[in-house]
C-alpha cells in the first residue's frame, strides 16, 4: 500500500540548513499563494454569481455578522497555530494539549459571543442578524481544532497538504452557496458558502493527517503555549478589530444599503488580497522562527522577501483602481455601480495589508510579542482616527479616511520592524519608491486600453486591459529594478524544477502496480 505523500508524520520538524530552508519557504510560498490565488479565484467567481442573485441587503446581514465572527475565529485558533509553529520542541503530550486548549477555549468563546448575539441584531435594528451571528458563532466553534492541524502541517512546512485541502473545500462550498442561492434560500446561501468550505477543509485535514491527539493535557505545556500565543492572539484580534470597524461603522451609522456595497467591494479586493496574507504570515514565520538565533541571517532574509512582497502588490492597487469604472459594472452588474470608488479606494489598505503580514511575522518569529502588540496597535488607532474623520461624508469619505490612516501605519510599523531586526528603515521604505514607476506605467496602460476599448463588452476589455496592464508593470519593473525581478523569476524557476525533480524520484521508487 503506498503511503499518502501529504500525510503528517508523527516526527517533529526536523532541522535544516540554510539553503534547504530558503528553498522550502520559496517553495511554500508558491504553493500557499498558487492554491490561495485558485482557492479565491473559485470564491471570487461564485460571489459574482451570488452577487447578480442576491442583494445588497443580504452581503450587509453576513457583513454584520462577521464583526463578532471573524474576531471569535482568530480568538479560538490564531495564537495557539502560532505558538505550535513557533515552539522549539514539540511532544506528543505540548500537540494533544495545543490541540484540546483549543477546543475549551473556543467552545468558551463561542458560548459568550452566542449569549450576545441580541444585542447585535439591536445594535444594527435588524433580527436577522442574530440568527445569521448564531449559526456562524457554532460553526466557528466546531471548527476552532483545524487551525492545530494545519500549524501541524504548517511547522513541517508540509504547505501542499494545505494548499489541496483548501482548493477542493473552496470547490465544494462554492457550488454549495450558489446553488442554495438558486434555490432561493437568500442570506443561508452566503452562510452556507463560508461553513460548507470550512467543515470539508477541517475534515480533509484530519483525514490526510496520521497524527491522532491522545486523551492528555497538560497545564504546564499550556501555560507555555499560552505564553507565546496571548501576545499573537492579542495583536491579531487588535488587526481583526480595526478591520470590523469600517463595518460597525457604515452599518450602525449609515443601513444596510451602503454596508451592502461595502461588503461586496470589500470582498472583490480586500478579502482575497487579505487571504493572501495568511499564506506569507505562515511561510515567513515558519522560515525566519528557525533563524531567531542568528539575528543576522533573520533580518537577511526579511529584507529579501520583504523588498519582493512590496514589487509584486504594489501591481494590485494600480490594477484594481485603473480596472474598477469597467470592469464592477460589467462583472457584478449595474446595481452595484456604487461600489466601483470604493473598490479603487480600498485596494491600497488591502495591499499594505500584505506588506505588514510580513513586518508582523519578523516581529512574532523573534518572540517580542509585546513589540507586536505595539506594532498592531498604532496602526489601528490611526486608521480608527481616520475612519471617524471621513464617515461624515458619507462612504466615500470613510473609506478615505481609512486608507490614509492604513499608510500612516505602514510607515509605523516598518519603523518598529527596523528597529526589531536592526535594520535601517531607509533600507524597508526603499521598495516603496521602487515599486511606484512600474505601478504608474500599469495603471496609465489599463486606462489607454480602456478607453480605446470603449465600444467592446466590457468583460472583454476588463480581460484585454487586465493582462496589458500587468505586462506593461513587468517591463517596468524590469527596466528600474532589473535585479529584482531576476530574483523572483529565478526562485520562480528553481521551485519548478524541483517539483519536477520531486515528481520524477517519486515515480522512481514507485513500487509495481499490485506490490505490497
Known sequence: MKADPLAEAPADAAPLDRRELRDRAVGGLAWLAGGRLVAQTTTLASRVVLARILGPTEFAQVAMASVVVDLLELMTGRGMAVAVIQSDELSERKRSTALWGTVLQGTALAGLAFAATPLLGLVFRDDQVTRVSQVMIAGAALLSPSSVFEALFARRMNFRNIVLRKIVASLLGAGLGVGLALAGFGVWALVAQRLGAGLLFFGLAVASSRWRPSLTFSFADFRELASVSVGSSAAAFTVAAARQIPTFAIGRYLGAEPLGYYAIARQVVVQPLGYLTQPVQRVMLATLSRLQSDLAAHRSAYLRAQRTLVLAAAAVPALVGSLAPVAVPAVLGAKWGPSVSLVQILAVPATIGVVAAAAGAAVNSLGKTRLLVAVAVV???????????????????????????????????????????????????????????????CAVTVMLVTRAGAGLPGLVVTAIAAIVGLGAYAVVLRLTAPEELRWILGRARDALARRRRGRRGQARVAPPEGAG
Open 379 to 441: 496602526p489601528v488607532l490611526l486608521q480608527v482616527a481616520g475612519l471617524v474623520l471621513g464617515v461624515g461624508d458619507g462612504l466615500e469619505g470613510a473609506a478615505l479616511g481609512w486608507t490614509g490612516g492604513a499608510v500612516l501605519g505602514l510607515l509605523v510599523q516598518l519603523g518598529t520592524v527596523a528597529m526589531a531586526v536592526g535594520a535601517p528603515v531607509t533600507r524597508l521604505l526603499a521598495p516603496l519608491a521602487q515599486a511606484l514607476p512600474p505601478a504608474a506605467g
